[in-house]
């Protein structure tokens, strides 16, 4: 695994990358595969190591008084080439919960480093843990950045539109 190419590991030397290594699982996964739901408790973090995967968010959009539509908003597609990791967020929400789904577009594998085993290391190595906390941390305020963004986009479209 090449496990320095991910942004989480920035800065750490390959022997402290080597216990996070030595706790993650390795799974094959198929193409169309649901390697994350929605909603699901999220009890790990998971690294695509090969492969194609599709992230996306239900609209869930109530239509009527009790229907919601469930239509897919794929949001982006990554392959391994970007060393992607996902499940930072359900570490650190206060229930757990996964934020999106994320599909397969091809044959692959990942990664599966359980949240018990990360705080484990991290708590025994505080120097690891903080730059491993940093780096997490990084990469969630930049995904909530951009996220302020697009909305500020989409109300900006959506007010002028309606002065139209």
């Known amino acids: 695994m090449e496990l320095n190419k991910f942004s989480l ?3 750490l030397s390959s022997v402290q990358i080597t216990k996070f290594e030595k706790a ?5 996964f198929l193409k169309n595969d649901e390697i994350i739901k929605e909603g699901d408790s999220g009890d790990s973090l998971i690294f695509l190591l090969d492969g194609e995967v599709k992230i996306s968010k239900p609209l869930t959009l109530v239509t009527n008084t009790n229907d919601y ?3 897919e908003k794929e949001l982006i597609t990554l392959n ?21 789904n994320i599909v397969a577009n091809s044959n692959g594998e990942i990664g599966i480093l359980m949240a018990k085993d990360f ?9 690891l843990g903080y730059l491993v906390i940093k780096n997490i941390t990084r990469n969630i ?10 909305i ?13």
């Open 9 to 11: 590991f920035t800065g």
């Open 24 to 28: 993650i699982t390795r799974k094959k």
């Open 69 to 71: 539509d469930d239509r």
């Open 80 to 100: 391994s080439s970007f060393y992607p990791f996902f499940g930072d967020y359900s570490l650190f929400t206060e229930n757990n919960q996964r934020t999106a």
């Open 119 to 127: 705080f484990k290391i991290c708590e025994s190595d505080y120097q």
């Open 141 to 150: 305020t930049s995904h909530v950045v951009k996220q302020g963004d697009d």
């Open 152 to 164: 500020l986009k989409l109300t900006t479209a959506i007010s002028l539109i309606l002065e139209n």
